[in-house]
């Protein structure tokens, strides 16, 4: 029988009119499992006619052609390969097993079970990473199809990645007071500080693991990313990301930070930076309450007109700059756990009441939505719409802002806090104490 099939093989592949022929057969049985049914023929060739003509002559001439397999079985298993086997033709025509699609695939998730079985076993003693990456296994949750795509391009790279990443989880130092920079993180993890980078592979999943971890949806943009690193005490970047004050003292150690006290002596605003945030033990403020603004031009006029106001003690006042950043959290974070309580007032437009929203849900009680009433809203009320954007509105679920909002819902414009600037500087003026 072996030397009945090596004879049949050298007979097909020296006629190259089988090939297209017996490949789609092979298609067919991956299919069905078994040599039955009809192939469809396209673009037919000449060596091919002949063959399909000596099959069935009204074959003969076609360009394209529906064929029995029955018929192909009849032609070619006769005369001197009548007792061939053509299961063990096909084998070695194609030199390769046999097997429907249906069972290739049982195998490859057969072996991709086996792979993963591995490194739940070879990561076991990680226990957070451990739960990470088998709940997103089991429940194929978000992440899953990175892992996959990862998996079916490079397995054995993925492999390394997984355990940083698992390694990763397990080594948060979950430490708000003292962030640490994403390259140290990554260094201290993998001995490569750019093993995390943004856009890796790596980070991707390790930031899937911190948002299981810490039950928050995945970042959709920059700042989200920042936040959520800084739930778990890591910094994307020490320098570049920044909050800016007024007014705030800082110690390091039992002495008042120079670089702070200048500032202040000075009475000018200051960039303050992650570094800066991570070089200090305690803030000092002339009193318990904090005024933070949204728009940096307004926040410039205030103190502006707050240097002038004969006041004993300069009030603390801080900016965002349109933006929660990781700097700004940890510098709330920080005076929030010495009881201070903050006033913040933004925009009237959806991503200023958001950003609201934000602070009231993550401060709670100290914090006070500073000259948010439907009366400054209409008196700064303006000509520029929000309505693409009135979806936003959605996602806002404080009670104190839903009046508010349903306001705002009629109008559809925006309000600016250029024009509320007389009316902040005298709230902050009647809670602070003046010269004689």
């Given at each position: ?23 789609e057969i092979l298609q067919k049985y ?146 708000k007071e003292t962030l640490e920079p ?156 010495d009881r201070i309580s903050f006033y ?93």
């Amino acid at each position: 029988m072996r030397e009945l099939i090596k004879e049949a093989v050298l007979y097909a592949k020296s006629n190259r009119g089988f090939d297209k022929i017996l490949s789609e057969i092979l298609q067919k049985y991956k299919t069905l499992g078994r040599f039955t049914g009809s192939i469809q023929l396209n673009d037919l060739n000449d060596e091919e006619n002949r063959i399909l003509g000596a099959i069935d002559y009204k074959l003969y001439g076609k360009k394209e052609a529906k064929l029995s397999i029955s018929k192909f079985l009849d032609y070619f298993l006769r005369g001197r390969f009548k007792e061939l086997s053509f299961e063990c033709f096909m084998k070695e025509y194609f030199e390769e097993e046999l097997k429907t699609n249906k069972e290739q695939q049982a195998e490859k998730v057969q072996k991709q079970q086996r792979y993963f079985d591995r490194i739940l076993e070879e990561e076991a003693s990680m226990t957070k990473g451990m739960e990470w990456l088998t709940e997103t296994l089991r429940e194929k949750t978000t992440g899953y199809s990175t892992i996959i795509k990862e998996y079916i391009s490079d397995s054995k790279a993925l492999k390394k990645t997984l355990h940083y990443v698992i390694k990763g989880l397990e080594e948060l130092r979950i430490n708000k007071e003292t962030l640490e920079p994403l390259p140290i993180f990554s260094s201290r993890i993998t001995k490569d500080p750019h093993y995390f980078d943004i856009g890796t592979t790596a980070f991707r999943l390790l930031l899937y693991g911190i948002c299981y971890l810490t039950k928050q949806s995945y970042p959709q943009n920059i700042e989200e990313i920042n936040e959520a690193l800084y739930g778990v005490g890591i910094a994307r970047d020490e320098l570049s990301i920044f909050t800016t004050v007024f007014g705030i003292r800082a110690m390091k150690d039992i002495e008042e930070h120079t670089g702070w006290k200048g500032f202040n002596d000075e009475r000018e605003p200051m960039h303050v930076s992650i570094k800066n945030l991570n070089s200090i033990d305690r803030l000092i403020l002339s009193s318990n309450k904090a005024f933070i603004f949204e728009n940096p031009v307004v926040f410039m006029e205030v103190i502006r007109r707050l240097n002038h106001a004969n006041l004993r003690c300069m009030p603390a006042l801080i900016c965002t700059s349109g933006q929660l950043n990781t700097a700004s959290l940890l510098l709330l974070d920080k005076l929030y756990k010495d009881r201070i309580s903050f006033y913040y007032s933004g925009d009237f437009d959806p991503e200023g009441l958001r950003i609201a929203d934000k602070l009231k849900n993550r401060y709670k009680d100290n914090l006070i939505l500073w000259r948010y009433s439907i009366e400054d809203y209409l008196k700064v009320k303006g000509d520029k719409s929000f309505e693409q954007r009135i979806n936003k509105f959605d996602r806002i679920q404080n009670e104190e802002l839903s009046v508010l909002v349903e306001e705002m819902h009629k109008h559809k414009m925006s309000g600016y806090q250029e024009l509320l600037i007389e009316e902040y500087v005298d709230d902050i003026v009647k809670m602070s104490i003046r010269v004689d």
